[in-house]
């Protein structure tokens, strides 16, 4: 979802650059696909290499049986 806006507060001044004239359709597509790869490679790149400080968890689920007068049922917490 960050992504998304991030796209489309970055995509005002190319669109605005296409509007005036200034540059082609081909030009703001070629730079936008170009942008997009070297930062997805970058973030790739520094997540894979833990230069971010994420912890790491243990990916858990618990199971909890739930009865009721008018319900039975099963719920997973992830």
Known sequence: MTKIGI???GSIAPISRLLDGAHWLTDITFSTALSII????IDNYLFNSNAYSYPKKEKTISWNFKFSTN???????F
């Open 38 to 41: 070297v930062v997805d490679c």
């Open 7 to 9: 796209y489309t507060l």
């Open 71 to 77: 319900q039975i049922g099963i719920v997973g917490t």
